[in-house]
């Protein structure tokens, strides 16, 4: 069993950054792929990148590629989003997970979640 804490949400303007930090617990992340989705209102579960359980892969939905980087610590068993430049269209809750596979865009290969973490950018 992996758990997973998202933490850095929060609001920002337009054109501004955050990082968002996912940290794990019960088992260590480098045996999973680390994904990050997000959520607005009204919407689908979106894709917004990946992470290979060594860190050398990564792989990002065309809205985020170039602004978006998700990196991971293995001795703080924790992978960061960092976002930066952000829009107005970014705004939403994310979510990371986790998963045996490398490189799944679906949300259905991901066996483990946190809880989600809010952010919202300011026009």
């Known amino acids: 069993q992996v758990r997973l804490v998202e933490s850095g949400g929060g609001l920002v303007q337009a054109g501004g950054s955050l990082r968002l930090s996912c940290a794990a617990s019960?088992?260590?992340?480098?045996?999973?792929?680390m994904g990050w989705f997000r959520q607005a209102p009204g919407k689908e579960r979106e894709f917004v990148g990946v992470v290979s359980g060594a860190g050398t892969n990564t792989y990002y939905s065309d809205s985020v590629k170039g602004r978006f980087t998700i990196s991971r610590d293995s001795a703080k068993n924790t992978v960061y989003l960092q976002m930066n430049s952000l829009k107005p269209e970014d705004s939403a809750v994310y979510y990371c997970?986790?998963?045996?596979?490398?490189?799944?865009?679906?949300?259905?290969?991901?066996?483990?979640w946190g809880q989600g973490t809010q952010v919202t950018v300011s026009s």
């Open positions: 019960g088992r260590t992340l480098n045996d999973y792929g």
């Open positions: 997970a986790a998963s045996r596979v490398y490189g799944l865009a679906s949300a259905l290969g991901y066996d483990f």
